[in-house]
């Protein structure tokens, strides 16, 4: 049985693939919203992790600047929520 940050993380990747339809993308995207918190669910031994470590990743994504806006957002997002 696949673990809600599966399920979740399976309709993220679906709406990243180029090869979806916008109906998918859109169905996708409610059940993100409507069950998953908008796709914000712990990943499987997030609370085994080292929180400093958790916070170095964090600070380290919302400077790299291959990752997107929407990622450097939701780890600034994340990062406010731990202080």
Known sequence: ??????????HKANLSN????QESKQHSR????????????PAPGDENKN???VI????????????S???KQSAKDRLN???
């Open 1 to 10: 049985m696949p673990t809600e940050g599966q399920i979740a993380g399976g």
């Open 18 to 21: 180029p090869n979806t339809s």
């Open 30 to 41: 409610e059940i993100l919203d409507n069950e998953f918190n908008g796709g914000d669910v």
């Open 51 to 53: 929180p400093g470590n």
């Open 56 to 67: 170095g990743g964090l600070k380290a994504t919302t400077k790299n600047p291959n990752v």
């Open 69 to 71: 806006e929407e990622a």
């Open 81 to 83: 929520q731990m202080q």
